[in-house]
């Protein structure tokens, strides 16, 4: 399994000639891009992709350093940026014809997605996020002992060398812990996928990293500066987490009201795999965001 039934894949060259980004592409109607997380590739959105390609064109790229799509050595901090990736997205859909669609990411694709729609409220008309605050509020949330939880984001937090390397000593371990821990239903993502989320990761430990190490760095700086002057996202806003809020000690729609006006907020009772787990569900709240009416 490494392409989502009924789909076609692309490969559309972005920043400058210097990335290809390999997306599935689906349906017909008002475009939608889906941005897959972490330790996934695009395959993860294969039920919910079908389902609104019935009536919608449906975009499903492997972010830069996933998958199939290009993996850039960092030679700066830059190079992952989520502010960098966004454009990635931007000018994939421009290139596939379409200069304004709608906007889900889930987990990394979350961020993603928040940063192309502060960046570019012109192309984003509706943006949908999945089980992932934002840099500057997710590493204000994490303290203390409950910080745990999150031992991954501070070990590829540190400098390029170690790793990298004990990452690449174990990917399977390293990975699939992620894949069984965080899944409510682990039978939902299916042996088949899980195999292929396993190779794509081990063979991108190094722009994986850069991603992550990114987020402690210039990601933080880039929201904590949108934040200082009071940016807020323009268009309707959807927002689907698990409950962490109440296990972290934090107001989660509070959270993201400061940065939506126009906002839906719920909380699932699925695991972090939501698009998997329960696809129906997903797809059903990117069906009421579609109904919303879109930014100006």
């Known amino acids: ?9 692309r490969t559309v060259t972005v920043d400058g000639g210097k990335v290809d980004l390999s997306a599935s592409i689906g349906g017909e109607g008002e475009p939608v891009v889906l941005l897959h997380g972490f330790p996934q590739t695009r395959l ?9 390609a019935a009536d919608h064109t449906v975009i499903c790229p492997d972010l830069r350093g996933y998958g199939r799509s290009g993996k850039p050595e960092a030679t700066g901090p830059d190079t992952y940026s989520k ?14 014809g379409f200069d304004r669609f709608a906007l889900a990411g889930h987990d990394r694709g979350a961020l993603v997605a928040f940063r192309a729609g502060l960046d570019h409220p012109e192309a984003v008309t509706r943006l949908a996020m ?3 605050p934002p840099t500057v509020n997710m590493w204000e949330i994490l303290h203390g002992a409950d910080a745990a939880v999150a031992f991954h984001l501070y070990l590829m937090a540190q400098p390029p060398g170690l790793p990298e390397r004990l990452i690449a000593n174990s990917a399977d371990d390293f990975f ?5 821990l965080w899944a409510g239903d682990p039978e939902a993502i299916g042996e088949e996928a899980r195999r292929e989320y396993l190779k794509a990761s081990a063979g991108a430990v190094d722009s994986i990293v850069a991603d992550f190490r990114a987020s402690a760095g210039v990601d933080l700086a880039h929201d904590q500066a949108d934040r200082d002057r009071g940016a807020k996202l323009a268009m309707p806003v959807t927002v689907v987490q698990q409950d962490w809020g109440a296990q972290l000690g934090y107001d989660a729609a509070a959270l993201w009201r400061a940065w939506a006006d126009d906002l839906e907020f719920r909380t699932t009772e699925a695991g972090h795999f939501m698009a998997e787990e329960t696809p129906a569900e997903i797809a059903g709240d990117l069906r009421a965001l579609l109904r919303r009416p879109a930014s100006r």
């Open 83 to 96: 502010r960098t990736m966004a454009e990635d997205v931007v000018s994939l859909a421009r290139e596939l």
């Open 44 to 52: 993860m959105w294969r039920h919910v992709a079908r389902d609104l």
């Open 176 to 180: 699939g812990y992620f894949l069984d």
């Open 130 to 132: 999945l089980d992932t």
């Open 1 to 9: 399994m490494s392409e989502i039934q009924g789909f076609a894949e």
